[in-house]
């Protein structure tokens, strides 16, 4: 399986800021699982059982991952399979952000979340 040939590692241009908007939105609508949902206690290999393919990446991948600074991986929960992993949803996909783009969403994420406490 060559995930770096489907787009979803090595691309070259950066979500777009209406992308990452709608990411801080889905992820505050609970719409989205990351690695950071992963529970703390659980095995360094729970990556591999959420996101599957992530276990077939060679050393080539996880190296462009790596040039790339991709510091989250996720995908919509509306993906997931019909099992479950110690209670984690399981995917047969993944999408990634890059460093930049995650501090994108969080500033999306914190100013959307600040608004709607503010109409509380």
Do not use: C, W
Not at 91 to 100: A, E, H, I, P
């Amino acid at each position: 399986m060559r995930l770096l040939s489907a787009g979803v590692i090595g691309r070259k241009s950066m979500k777009t800021d209406e992308e990452l908007k709608q990411i801080a939105q889905d992820l505050l609508a609970g719409k989205i699982y990351s690695d950071r949902h992963i529970p703390k206690g659980e095995s360094e290999l729970a990556i591999n059982m959420v996101f599957t393919p992530f276990m077939f990446l060679g050393e080539e991948d996880l190296k462009k991952m790596m040039d790339d600074k991709v510091v989250l991986i996720y995908e919509y929960l509306s993906e997931a399979g019909p099992r479950e992993v110690n209670g984690m949803p399981t995917f047969m996909s993944f999408r990634t952000l890059t460093k930049d783009e995650f501090s994108k969403v969080v500033d999306f994420h914190d100013k959307i979340k600040s608004e709607i406490e503010g109409v509380k």
